[in-house]
């Protein structure tokens, strides 16, 4: 497959008003490069989930990458995993990432059982898993529906599954967040990107995207009914969480 993505530029003209934030055709279009630029670590927890996935998932079992964007934890897990440790399912709400991700997916990973479905996950009927894997999803959900969709994942979570839930967060400490957000436009400064492009991308994500603080994350979970949760990664104001099921747990038989 021909690569079809190009630098993201979106941001990079002046625009008279910023439109709320979507993941449009310009966005998949660019998606790797933005994502690359804009997300500190991303390679990195990507680079980790084979490996988690290796370490705790059972044979064989049903994964979901939800939120899945154009496939990257799909084809992550399909570089480290032989085709009968998985069967994977990408759900994405944008029907031009879910196009794309199947081409990608069809294209590098033809022996392998992978499919992505348009679908939202609020409402998605989700099979018994063994792994869930949500990388930057939860933080584009209106913050009163975030509850309710961890626990409906965990009750789908096989026994012993896991959660792999990434997020960029706020600080409570105001001065440290403060300090965190300018670090994270340092970042993005040194990858190329103008103060014209920061600024209007934070307009067009402002009541978009809404993070939540780490402790919310690990005191959704609890409620939810994990058992623990550890923050495994962490740069600047980008982290990512794994948490699990117990043995005992019971598991849901939604299809």
């Not at 789908?156 to 965190?180: F, R, T």
């Amino acid at each position: 497959m021909s690569d079809a993505s190009y630098r993201d530029a979106i941001f990079s003209t002046p625009l008279d008003r910023v439109a709320r934030f979507s993941f449009d055709e310009k966005v998949v279009a660019c998606f790797p490069d933005m994502i690359r630029r804009s997300v500190p670590g991303y390679g990195q927890i990507l680079g980790m989930l084979g490996l988690i996935a290796a370490r705790h998932l059972r044979h064989g079992a049903r994964v979901y990458d939800l939120g899945c964007s154009l496939g990257a934890a799909g084809l992550a897990l399909a570089g480290t995993l032989p085709p009968s440790a998985f069967r994977y399912t990408g759900v994405d709400l944008s029907p031009a990432m879910v196009a794309r991700a199947r081409e990608t997916l069809d294209a590098e990973c033809p022996d392998h059982a992978m499919e992505v479905r348009e679908g939202d996950i609020r409402t998605l009927d989700v099979a018994p898993a063994g792994m869930i894997v949500l990388n930057f999803t939860l933080q584009f959900l209106e913050p009163g529906e975030r509850d309710a969709v961890i626990s409906r994942l965990f009750q789908a979570l096989e026994p012993g599954g896991v959660l792999v839930l990434s997020e960029k967060i706020k600080a409570s400490d105001e001065q440290e967040n403060a300090w965190l957000v300018e670090r994270y436009h340092d970042f993005k400064r040194a990858n190329g990107y103008s103060e014209m492009e920061i600024s209007q991308k934070r307009t067009a994500l402002e009541n978009v995207l809404i993070p939540d603080t780490l402790a919310g994350h690990h005191e959704r979970l609890a409620r939810a009914g994990f058992s623990r949760a550890h923050t495994w990664f962490q740069l600047l104001n980008f982290v990512s969480l794994i948490a699990f099921k117990d043995a005992g747990a019971p598991t849901s038989q939604e299809a």
